[in-house]
């Protein structure tokens, strides 16, 4: 399975994809693979490349379905194609909380969820509800584009402890933590 033609190829099938769907799929930012309405279900399987749908292992197979379920999600839901080509400036997910975060210096309690949520399991459904909720206050203050790529690997990789930096760790590192 390679990553990155899997990514690829899942973005190039939303770009695809009819408004409705995406639209459908930006509906339900944050909610786990289990927790999708049967339509939005549909829609988001037909856009995951059969690779991904193909994994015998269950657990592999659910933690990547997460984890691309959240990017196209954020995709639909943030991506403008009409002022961004392929020259836009894709910003890291983890640069946009650091954004966020310095934003929020006397805001004690906020810092406190976008630490919480650096030490969530990629097993646990509040993961993406909390990334999604963070995303939304980030965006709300500086509209930028997602490196959806990068977010992917990211997230697949979200427990793995044997990269070379492991993915929590970088994010903290962005937020100077």
């Given at each position: 399975m390679n990553e990155e033609a899997i990514v690829q190829e899942l973005?190039?099938?939303?770009?695809?994809?009819?408004?409705?769907?995406?639209?459908?799929?930006?509906?339900?930012?944050?909610?786990?693979?289990?927790?999708?309405?049967?339509?939005?279900?549909?829609?988001?399987?037909?856009?995951?490349?059969?690779?991904?749908?193909?994994?015998?292992?269950?657990?592999?197979?659910?933690?990547?379905?997460?984890?691309?379920?959240?990017?196209?999600?954020?995709?639909?839901?943030?991506?403008?194609?009409?002022?961004?080509?392929?020259?836009?400036?894709?910003v890291a997910f983890e640069d946009v909380l650091a954004r966020l975060y310095v934003r929020m210096p006397y805001a004690a309690r906020k810092r406190q969820i976008v630490e919480h949520v650096l030490t969530l399991s990629s097993t646990d459904p509040s993961l993406y509800k909390g990334l999604r909720n963070l995303l939304r206050q980030a965006m709300m203050i500086d509209h930028t584009e997602i490196d959806v790529s990068a977010l992917a690997h990211d997230l697949i990789h979200w427990d793995d402890l044997a990269m070379e930096t492991p993915v929590k760790q970088k994010w903290m590192a962005a937020l100077a933590l």
């Open positions: 973005i190039s099938n939303l770009s695809k994809s009819a408004l409705a769907s995406r639209i459908l799929l930006r509906r339900n930012l944050g909610n786990s693979y289990f927790q999708l309405p049967e339509g939005a279900r549909r829609v988001f399987l037909a856009i995951v490349p059969s690779d991904v749908r193909n994994i015998a292992d269950y657990k592999e197979r659910n933690r990547i379905l997460n984890a691309l379920l959240f990017v196209s999600c954020v995709y639909s839901a943030y991506h403008n194609e009409k002022h961004c080509t392929n020259s836009c400036n894709h």
